[in-house]
């Protein structure tokens, strides 16, 4: 039996279907996969191999067709939508594709702003906050909007917004998209160096080879299935 608490992210024949019309169209067929905590893992494939669709099961964001998901030992297919609220807002952190960050908001609101839900009290959601745009390289730059930064900068506001309330597994879309080569380097040592120091579950989706690079496992989806699950030895990270 696979020890829940060694593995934050388990899935069990999980498969989800999309109607179009009278077409059933299957986006992820039979899926079992274990993510141990602190692994640093890649989803990658071709547009429609199922990675997006996979990421929003994890992240309660859709519901499966079929199967099971388990995070941090509770069955996230099985919750109500308040506890889905409650598991995206303390275990889970979210790095979009199109940042997604409150354009009103400055680069610390936008950071302090989950822990603001979770009721974290002003002074400390806001020295945690510096803490954490200091350590993603935005220190000095708290007070810009997003629009006062670059693509490289808000995608670092989303990644400190993400990791702020230390939670288990963090998510992210193709994290390198939009992004230039330096820029997305940077980004993936970054990421890295969380990873490794403190010992955050990351699963990406891409189709990005730098990115690929720096995962320590690369699973290879295709047309639904997993094609192949490997360590990576020798990556640039490494």
Do not use: W
């Not at 597994?169 to 390198?176: F, K, T």
């Not at 403190?198 to 690929?212: P, Q, W």
């Amino acid at each position: 039996m696979v020890d829940n608490m060694e593995h934050p992210v388990i899935c069990r024949r999980l498969s989800k279907n999309y109607q179009q019309g009278h077409v059933t169209i299957p986006a992820l067929i039979d899926i079992d996969l274990d993510i141990p905590k602190g692994d640093f893992v890649c989803l990658s494939g071709r547009s429609g191999s199922g990675k997006s669709t996979l990421l929003n099961l994890l992240g309660g964001l859709d519901t499966p067709t079929t199967g099971e998901v388990e995070i941090d030992g509770r069955r996230v297919d099985k919750m109500s939508k308040a506890d889905l609220a409650d598991l995206r807002l303390y275990k889970i952190g979210f790095v979009f594709q199109a940042y997604n960050l409150i354009p009103v908001f400055s680069a610390q609101e936008n950071v302090e702003f989950v822990m603001q839900l979770q009721g974290v009290n002003r002074n400390k959601r806001a020295k945690k906050a510096l803490a954490v745009l200091k350590e993603v390289g935005l220190e000095g730059l708290e007070n810009r909007r997003p629009g006062d930064l670059s693509g490289g900068q808000q995608q670092r506001v989303a990644i400190a917004r993400a990791i702020v309330s230390e939670p288990s597994l963090i998510l992210a879309d193709e994290p390198s998209a939009n992004l230039d080569s330096q820029t997305a380097d940077s980004l993936m040592q970054l990421l890295r160096r969380m990873n490794e120091e403190h010992g955050v579950t990351f699963l990406f989706s891409t189709h990005d080879k730098l990115v690929m690079d720096y995962s320590k496992r690369l699973v290879k989806l295709r047309d639904g299935h997993i094609e192949s699950d490997e360590i990576q030895l020798g990556t640039v990270a490494n």
